[in-house]
């Protein structure tokens, strides 16, 4: 199983950047899929959720209304669009698959993606 994420980069405060992560070796349509983050000397904390099946969503309070996870189940790939960016979402970026839905501890979760880091400038 693979989760390759990418998409990070450098942003100035009020910025927008759009994750991806590709997923393979699993049945992807059957995966609740999640977004987590870890700051410099921070523990890993969630993000973002998408269900499968229904693709409903969730969100962690600090991103609800700036942030919109989304999934491609043809393509395998769940996005992470995040808009109104600000110093404090600086932080690696983590995707991750679990075959229940709308998790939100790290321990939970089955299978992580490597990271890519997005630095917000202010």
């Known amino acids: 199983v693979q989760l390759q994420a990418c998409g990070g980069g450098l942003v100035q405060a009020g910025g927008s950047l759009r994750l991806s992560c590709v997923v393979s070796g699993l049945t992807f349509s059957r995966y609740g899929m999640s977004w987590f983050r870890q700051a410099p000397g921070k523990e890993r904390e969630f993000v973002a959720t998408?269900?499968?099946?229904?693709?409903?969503?969730s969100y962690a309070d600090s991103v609800k209304g700036r942030f919109t996870i989304s999934r491609d189940n043809a393509k395998n790939t769940v996005y992470l669009q995040m808009n109104s960016l600000n110093a404090e979402d600086t932080a690696v970026y983590y995707c991750a698959a679990s075959l229940r839905n709308f998790l939100r501890l790290p321990q939970q979760y089955d299978y992580w993606g490597q990271g890519t880091l997005v630095t917000v400038s202010s």
């Open positions: 998408i269900a499968w099946g229904s693709s409903t969503t």
